[in-house]
């Protein structure tokens, strides 16, 4: 079974810190590049942040020094680590791999993890 599991969303408070976690199943044996997304109540969702398999990076402007992408290749896990936490980063957060294969030599574009909801507020 194809899956992106996150963990590690819940409360924070305003100038906290969280750390998400993206697991690949065990299915899947190479993943490509990667990405957090959020989408908060009523808003569209949008790119936090991305990495690409050999660890460059790119964030979105509203979380540029606060926010610290990475993933473990060897888990093919990838993590948010959230400093600074605003109210405004209150979303639920999505990651995403572009193209990942299973051991089954099979490739998947566009892979969702379900989301998990990180809510800041005092």
């Known amino acids: 079974q194809v899956q992106l599991v996150e963990s590690g969303g819940g409360a924070g408070q305003p100038g906290g810190s969280l750390r998400l976690s993206c697991a690949a199943s065990?299915?899947?044996?190479?993943?490509?590049?990667m990405g957090w997304y959020r989408q908060a109540p009523g808003k569209q969702r949008e790119l936090v942040a991305t990495?690409?398999?050999?660890?460059?990076?790119d964030y979105a402007d509203s979380v540029k020094g606060r926010f610290t992408i990475s993933r473990d290749n060897a888990k093919n896990t990838m993590y948010l680590q959230m400093n600074g936490l605003k109210p405004e980063d209150t979303a639920v957060y999505y990651c995403?791999?572009?193209?990942?294969?299973?051991?089954?030599?099979?490739?998947?574009?566009?892979?969702w993890g379900q989301g998990t909801l990180v809510t800041v507020s005092t």
């Open positions: 995403k791999a572009n193209s990942l294969r299973t051991n089954k030599g099979i490739t998947y574009l566009g892979v």
């Open positions: 065990e299915t899947i044996i190479i993943v490509n590049d």
């Open positions: 990495i690409t398999t050999d660890g460059s990076t």
